[in-house]
């Protein structure tokens, strides 16, 4: 009985431990693997980290889908907060600065501090130094070493540095903080680095986390010196265009660059693309427990311009060309003869040509130009520009306006006979001069005597046309004038003026500026592509179309065209009878045709007919000399505009047109051929 007893308690306590054994077990299992990763998440105490990443801009391209503006490929040195072991972080700098110093790479250095034997300021960095000074609470007059060791203190750097190595750990951790850096802003510490910097840095960077080469794209012109007018640029974003881009779908952030001018700023929200977010999750250790892409990027969208690129280059060497002949030429005069303002001026100048089937931009050059990739605003090329005479950032083709002078008149002969002021047939005398108007007596380059409208147009009589201008009066004038494109926008996506059209409400008026209006003078300035306009619509019978730029929008890889704007969309008509036109057309091509004709020289033995109107127009400094044309007569395809700056001789404007239908009707046979 005693046996019994004993064992009974005993035998329970093994019961006991055995259940509760199990039920630690059953505890245990649940806890490790069925919601093992949901506790440890718990007792990790995550945290998610959102980081934003770019999007690709879209590319410009001209009517052929030959690239503009694109993209390029480049590397750089990241260094990533998320991923990055802080209390490293000044070892790893000194490593990737070494491994940059040996292929001879630059790092993104923006401390104003230099060491050399002893720290100093960096010169002509007086507004960096101010704001470094002002980040370490020191006054006005703190040294440079004073602001080292401030930052030293700021940063935490440990003892154990040399001078020289303290200052380049400085530098990185100054330009961290000053861009930004943070868990959801990796820093960039070097950009567009070579294929030898990639090896070193990878290899000086084994085992060590948080840095990265990465590949980024780089916006760029493939011709620097193409179009950069009507390209544009990409600059950083203000205040106030961050207030206004905000309102639109697309998201903007301070720290974005935007469309300063040109396409880039006329479809700034077609090139923009959509930015990614990626959500990184740590645990209270810093180690990262996963990485999520929750939403992709999206590039922009491409625009194909209405642009040659081919007809484009033509244009822009063509221009450097007969200005500097110009030049040439008047230098020579004043040099051998004495006479001055024969083009010794000359140093600027445009080129437009239009497709007359639908007033699309072929070409647009404006002279001089200038490198768009190494165009930046307020950069030390930026400045240079700024500060030359001759204003090559000036898009001279769509906002320069210019006096043109004779091309004005057969917008004063399609009035004219509109309104039955005269008739083909009517004469004008001329001796020379029109003196109706004693106070603004009128010259002409020769005595024509009895001239009628062919003649005046074909050999350019002012007499002709002041006289036609005084009794057609400014009101009518300013009619037509107005339904042909001048003083009207044209249309073109981008910037352009507006220009000025003669008439009463643009100044005192008295009855001689009216015969000067009539030769293109007086207030008359009118820019390179209104004239070309003009010129097109007299081609196209007097129907003005919209001048456009853009061809079509579509998907970053082209294959999906989201917009097009290839349908021409009618603007006005001339209100001129086709007889009426048809007069002025013909007299237009005798400019050519005739032997006396002032364009005959160039165009009178061209394989396919050319109708024109040459000018010189009267500024301060030496004449300008003007060109307008369409091509071929029967058919129009193309009309071309072109304006050198103090330019004298029409031969060279005459050239630049030339050129231009050279390259633009290089397969066509002569009619002797055909």
């Known amino acids: ?10 035998t329970v306590c093994i019961i006991i431990s055995v259940v509760c054994m199990a039920v630690f077990t059953v505890r245990l299992a649940d806890w490790q693997l069925i919601h093992g990763s949901q506790y440890k998440l718990i007792s990790a105490k995550s945290t998610n980290y959102s980081v934003q990443t770019d999007a690709v801009r879209g590319e410009i391209l001209d009517r052929n889908g030959v690239g503009m503006v694109v993209n390029g490929t480049r590397y750089k040195i990241v260094i990533d907060k998320l991923y990055t072991d802080e209390s490293k972080l000044s070892n790893t700098t000194l490593r990737l600065i070494s491994a940059l110093e040996k292929t001879g790479d630059k790092w993104n250095d923006i401390l104003p501090v230099i060491y050399n034997g002893g720290y100093g300021f960096k010169e002509k960095q007086d507004d960096e130094v101010k704001e470094l000074k002002e980040l370490c609470d020191l006054n006005s007059g703190a040294s440079a070493e004073q602001c080292v060791s401030a930052l030293k203190e700021r940063y935490s750097i440990p003892d154990g540095y040399t001078p020289e190595q303290l200052r380049k750990i400085l530098s990185v951790r100054y330009g961290m903080e000053k861009n930004g850096y ?15 910097a990639m090896n070193a840095v990878s290899e000086s960077t084994q085992g060590i986390s948080g840095v990265e080469v990465q590949t980024y794209l780089v916006r760029r012109a493939e011709n620097a010196s193409l179009a950069p007018h009507i390209l544009g640029a990409l600059g950083a974003i203000s205040q106030e265009e961050y207030d206004e881009l905000s309102k639109t779908e697309k998201e903007y952030s301070l720290t974005d660059s935007v469309g300063k001018f040109g396409i880039e700023q006329a479809f700034e929200q077609e090139l923009k693309g959509e930015g990614g977010t990626k959500i990184i999750r740590k645990n209270s250790g810093g180690s990262i427990i996963d990485t999520v892409e929750t939403i992709d990027s999206k590039p922009g969208n ?7 690129s081919r007809l484009q280059e033509v244009a822009a060497k063509s221009l450097e ?8 030429y008047g230098e020579a005069e004043m040099e051998n003869k004495g006479q001055n303002l024969q083009g010794e001026d000359c140093e600027s100048g445009a080129a437009v040509m239009l497709g007359v089937k639908d007033f699309s931009v072929l070409a647009a050059a404006s002279y001089p130009t200038y490198d768009l990739n190494k165009y930046s605003e307020y950069g030390d090329y930026y400045i240079k520009l700024s500060q030359n005479k001759n204003s090559p950032m000036f898009n001279r083709a769509f906002t320069g306006t210019f006096a043109w002078g004779s091309v004005f008149k057969p917008c004063v002969a399609l009035a004219a006979l509109e309104e039955k002021i005269i008739t083909p047939s009517t ?15 009128v010259k002409c380059m020769h005595r024509h005597e009895d001239e009628d409208l062919k003649g005046a147009i074909t050999e350019s009589c002012n007499c002709y046309f002041a006289e036609t201008g005084r009794r057609l009066g400014i009101e009518n004038m300013y009619l037509y004038a107005e339904k042909l494109g001048f003083g009207e926008y044209t249309g073109v996506e981008i910037d352009e003026a507006r220009g000025t059209l003669a008439g009463r409400d643009s100044t005192v008026w008295e009855a001689g500026n009216t015969v000067s209006a009539a030769i293109g003078q007086s207030d008359n300035a009118f820019t390179p592509v209104q004239l070309a306009t003009y010129a097109a619509t007299i081609a196209n019978n007097g129907t003005r179309l919209k001048t456009h730029l853009v061809e079509k929008i579509t998907d970053y890889e082209r294959k999906k065209t989201i917009k097009s704007f290839d349908k021409a969309e009618k603007v006005d008509t001339s209100g001129v009878s086709e007889k009426n036109m048809k007069t002025v057309q013909d007299a237009m091509l005798s400019v050519t045709q005739s032997e006396s004709g002032t364009a005959h020289s160039v165009f009178g033995d061209y394989k396919v007919k050319v109708a024109a109107k040459t000018g010189t127009a009267e500024n301060s400094g030496s004449d300008h000399t003007t060109f307008i044309c369409y091509a071929p007569y029967e058919n129009p395809e193309v009309a071309v505009a072109v304006v050198l700056e103090h330019g004298v001789k029409g031969s060279y404007s005459m050239q630049v047109a ?17």
Request: overall charge positive.
């Open 182 to 196: 943070s868990n959801s802003k990796p820093y960039v510490f070097s950009d567009d680095i070579s294929r030898g």
């Open 658 to 674: 030339k050129d231009l239908l050279d390259e633009y009707f290089k397969n066509t046979k002569t009619d002797s051929q055909k």
């Open 321 to 328: 060309k007969n200005i500097r002949e110009a030049k040439a």
């Open 1 to 10: 009985m005693k046996k019994s007893r004993l064992k009974t308690p005993f």
């Open 427 to 441: 004469s004008v005398f001329c001796n020379g001069k029109y003196d109706y108007y004693p106070t603004n007596v």
């Open 302 to 308: 491409s625009i194909y311009l209405t642009l040659d």
